[in-house]
């Protein structure tokens, strides 16, 4: 049995005798994204129980540093930087617990950048665990992995969401699933995909050096937990990878041709001082882009034939080129919009909209589920 570790348990709820409980694990807990949501999760808590009946606990939060468990619930804000260390099998425990308690419905949330978390997936689910996911690594892996996953989700009867996976919580992956369910086929979809790019770029159009524009995007949470993810344009090609499977596109890694945006070999730690060899090659770039009336932009784009990622120089009044700093904007041409193709657009990145939209397909993944009772 495992021992109750909670710093702070929470008070038992008499009030709503028949709301439905959905446990919640989350992973990254402490995380830029994962603190985000906790808070966000704490302030709705009471009135998820009032106006939707969902009783949504925090049973565990963890991550590679500490591990708080209680059977009862967490407050969420209580978990910080206290949380009792984490013990080699803490995970595998707490995993068997939860196996052991079929009647209560768990949800994993994994706000982690991991690929050992994303291991973790297909067992969730088999499980009979529901996932909602920011981490973007399990669903860009090999097709046949994606498929899998999908698979497995709808076997169980499983809730397996990842909204924020691409476009932070722009409503994009849940519309593209609807067009397709209605039978309606999706040509091409095209993009600024990246938030921290879009914030880059758009920061040093107003002529901020190329170096001072990625510290900012990485003091604002925009960039991955390493930076060069984003400049190698590695997170967004698994953005375009998820968006062009989602959209029906049978797409591998190797079907896509992919221009990094700043392909240096550079360690995180070092990060900033080491970009600013490349400050005079960026002013000159975008001064030439300026002076033709132009802008540059990193678009994504893919259709059944496969995809690219790359900077292009676009006209300054295009759409693509009047975004705002860290804004996306995805348009998605079908058989049905075609000539005047879908266009959402929003923030791409940040943290407290991305732990939003995390919150957002928690509540959506726990009230499908428990609309099955
Ligand atoms: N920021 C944004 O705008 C958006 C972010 N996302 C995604 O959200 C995720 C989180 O980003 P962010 O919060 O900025 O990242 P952070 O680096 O701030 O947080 C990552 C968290 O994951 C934990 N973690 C890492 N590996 C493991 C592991 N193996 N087991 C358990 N915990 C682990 C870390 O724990 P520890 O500190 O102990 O290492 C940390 O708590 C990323 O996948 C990102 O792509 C998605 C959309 C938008
Ligand atoms: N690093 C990402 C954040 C969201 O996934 C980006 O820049 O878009």
């Known amino acids: ?60 939060g963890f991550d590679r540093r500490g591990f708080a468990f209680d059977t009862h619930g967490i407050v969420p804000e209580s978990i910080d930087e206290h ?3 984490r013990g080699a099998d803490d995970v595998e425990r707490l995993m068997s617990h939860v196996g052991r308690h079929g009647g209560v419905r768990t949800l994993v949330v994994d706000c ?26 399990a669903n860009a892996r090999s097709l046949s992995s994606y498929r899998d996953l999908q698979h497995a989700a709808r076997e169980r009867g499983v809730p397996y969401r990842y909204e924020t996976t691409v476009g932070s ?24 995909l990246s938030g921290s790019l879009s914030y ?16 900012e995007a990485r003091a604002l949470g925009y960039t991955e937990p390493d930076p060069m993810e984003d400049l190698r344009a590695i997170d967004l090609s698994r953005k375009l990878l998820v968006l062009a499977r989602e959209a029906g596109f049978a797409m591998e ?26 400050d005079a090659g960026w002013k000159a770039r975008i001064a030439s882009a300026l002076e033709q009336g132009e802008r540059w932009v990193v678009l994504a784009e893919a259709s059944r034939e496969g995809g690219r990622i790359n900077l292009r120089r676009v006209p300054a009044h295009s759409s693509f080129a009047q ?35 995390v919150l957002s397909d928690v509540v959506a993944a726990a009230a499908h589920w428990t609309r099955q009772d």
């Open 169 to 192: 919580a722009i409503p994009l992956l849940g519309p593209l699933r609807d067009l397709r369910l209605r039978g309606e086929r999706v040509i091409s979809v095209q993009g600024v």
């Open 112 to 137: 982690t950048a991991s690929d050992e978390i994303a291991d973790f997936y297909p067992r969730l689910l088999m499980g009979g665990m529901g996932i909602v996911a920011a981490n973007k690594r």
């Open 253 to 278: 890694l190797e079907d896509l041709v992919i221009e990094p945006f700043a392909d240096l070999d550079i360690a995180s730690d070092d990060l900033i001082p080491a970009l600013q060899v490349a």
């Open 1 to 60: 049995m495992l021992a109750d570790y909670s710093p702070v348990r929470i008070q038992a709820r008499n009030s709503v005798v028949d709301a439905h409980r959905v446990d919640l694990v989350l992973i990254g807990a402490r995380g830029k994204v994962g603190s985000a949501f906790r808070r966000q999760l704490g302030n709705r808590q009471p009135a998820l129980l009032s106006e939707a009946n969902l009783d949504l606990r925090l049973l565990a």
């Open 200 to 215: 880059i770029l758009h920061r040093m159009h107003e002529g901020c050096l190329f170096s001072a524009a990625v510290a």
């Open 323 to 357: 975004l705002e700093p860290g804004q996306n904007l995805i348009s998605i041409r079908t058989e049905l919009q075609d000539r005047m193709p879908l266009c959402v657009s929003g923030p791409g990145a940040g943290v407290e909209i991305t732990a939003a939209g």
């Open 83 to 85: 949380m009792p260390e």
